[in-house]
């Protein structure tokens, strides 16, 4: 359907912060005392608490006697001279953006170190996160690190492994042979506060421990190379970081061996920022991002996995029989819609454009289908550009509300042939009680008022 033949429709932006400061403190004392489930009511009082009247003040409606004054009256900076050139040395977001903010989610953690921020979905375009919208998930806080004192360090569990030990400093590094590519970076804990219902209301808090980057970096097979690694033996990685929190991540070699494991130091054309890692990062592109292990300071090469805290009790699948699945590091074919979606408000019948991300750790996005009725009917959507592997992929479907409720979601293949599942299909291997690796298929239902919530198909 064109959007000729039908009037648009307009639609309210997703209030970016629920609650205030009473009502986030609240939320933590609750967690704290162990009344986990008193997130998800914090979330739905406060939901309902935000007033359609209210948000329309901010709109611009007509004078009554006809006609825009935004058009009938030169403004100010039609009149007059601008600001001047490098006021800020950094540019900075319009002063109209501030709201736009990666958010945490109040009583999620215990500690603000140790803890996540959600990157504002609804309101990114295209597939490019911003540096400073990246999400960002943290086991013992950020740093800001001297890059001039900074060494990675090269080794082998036994010195056979490999014919020389290597210790590089930033300079070292930045002047070997480097590449830049594009990848999505998704937290294994994405969407998992969803595994046993509706917990959160927007996709900013349900989805948003995902992001897509131009990362710049070595290599790291150019590294094992230069330090005559043994690939017979060394069939596995591990990647620790310099943080107080000691994170260490077991990779297979054959992710190394294909080339794809970058070192980075580069993050959408400038340095990554500190807390994403600056001034070295691991990138391994489709793989949980507790893998790409941010303030890299050692790679070591070994014989067998390596069973460090974060991948033996930490980052495991629950299974129904009780037992925990360990090194599921693949996030598997995923999509969601962003708008519409949760908090979103559509005020009237017409035209829209339903758009989304699709992303995949297997390889490229190779389709991805709209339904608006559940799942009953599917649509084949527009993917915007030619999908790049392990990368995000916007995709967009036209769309003519009729003001009735409409279920809308959206289902996404790769080019393995595998396909998006529903939750009922999940959770019949999955169950109800894991965390990590939620791929289940999202619904968002819009009310005949124009409300988009988050709910869930059995």
């Known amino acids: 359907m064109s959007s000729e033949t039908k009037p648009s429709g307009r639609l309210i932006k997703a209030p970016e912060s629920f609650l205030d400061q009473a009502g986030i403190r609240q939320v933590v004392a609750e967690a704290k005392a162990g ?181 710049t970096g070595v290599p790291l097979r150019i590294l094992l190379d230069m330090a005559g690694v043994d690939y017979k033996r060394a069939r596995f990685v591990l990647a620790e970081g310099a943080d107080g929190s000691s994170m260490t991540r077991t990779i297979p070699m054959e992710m190394v061996e294909s080339g794809e494991v970058l070192v980075a130091y580069g993050q959408n054309g400038e340095m990554l920022r500190p807390e994403n890692g600056y001034p070295l990062r691991l990138v391994v592109p489709g793989v949980q991002g507790v893998s790409w292990v941010k303030y890299l300071r050692r790679i070591e090469v070994g014989d067998k996995p390596y069973a460090a805290k974060d991948e033996a009790v930490h980052y495991i699948d629950l299974m129904p029989s009780g037992l925990h699945r360990q090194y599921t590091n693949i996030q598997e074919c995923k999509s969601v819609v962003t708008t519409p ?48 592997s392990k990368c995000l992929t916007r995709f967009n479907i036209d769309w003519v509300w009729d003001g009735k409720p409409a279920l809308i979601q959206s289902r996404a293949m790769d080019d393995t042939g595998y396909v998006q599942p529903t939750y009922a299909q999940l959770r019949k291997v999955r169950g109800t009680r894991s965390i990590y690796h939620n791929n289940a298929i999202q619904s968002w239902l819009v009310q005949e008022d124009g409300e988009v919530k988050n709910v869930q198909l059995s």
């Open 341 to 388: 979606s949760g908090g979103q408000v559509l005020l009237d019948k017409g035209f829209y454009n339903i758009s989304g991300l699709a992303w995949s750790g297997r390889g490229a996005i190779k389709r991805v289908d709209v339904s608006v009725d559940g799942g009953r009917n599917w649509r084949t959507a527009r993917l915007e550009g030619r999908p790049m």
């Open 35 to 215: 009344r986990r489930g008193f997130i998800r009511s914090a979330f739905a009082a406060a939901s309902a608490a935000v007033a359609a009247p209210a948000v329309l003040a901010t709109s611009n409606p007509l004078q009554a006697g006809g006609g825009d004054p935004n058009i009938l009256e030169l403004p100010e900076h039609t009149k007059g001279l601008g600001q001047p050139v490098v006021t800020d040395g950094y540019g900075k977001p319009s002063k109209y953006e501030v709201n736009v903010q990666r958010r945490q989610s109040p009583g999620l953690t215990q500690t603000t170190q140790a803890s996540v921020s959600f990157a504002p979905l609804q309101s990114l375009f295209g597939i490019v996160t911003p540096s400073g919208l990246h999400f960002e998930r943290h086991h013992q806080g950020w740093w800001d690190i001297d890059p001039s004192k900074h060494r990675l360090m090269v080794n082998g569990s036994d010195s056979s492994m490999l014919k020389k030990a290597l210790v590089l400093t930033m300079d070292e590094l930045m002047r070997l042979p480097s590449q830049s590519r594009f990848h999505f970076i998704e937290c294994g804990a994405n969407t998992g506060m969803e595994w046993g219902n509706v917990a959160v209301p927007t996709v900013q808090y349900s989805h948003g421990m995902l992001s897509c980057c131009e990362f």
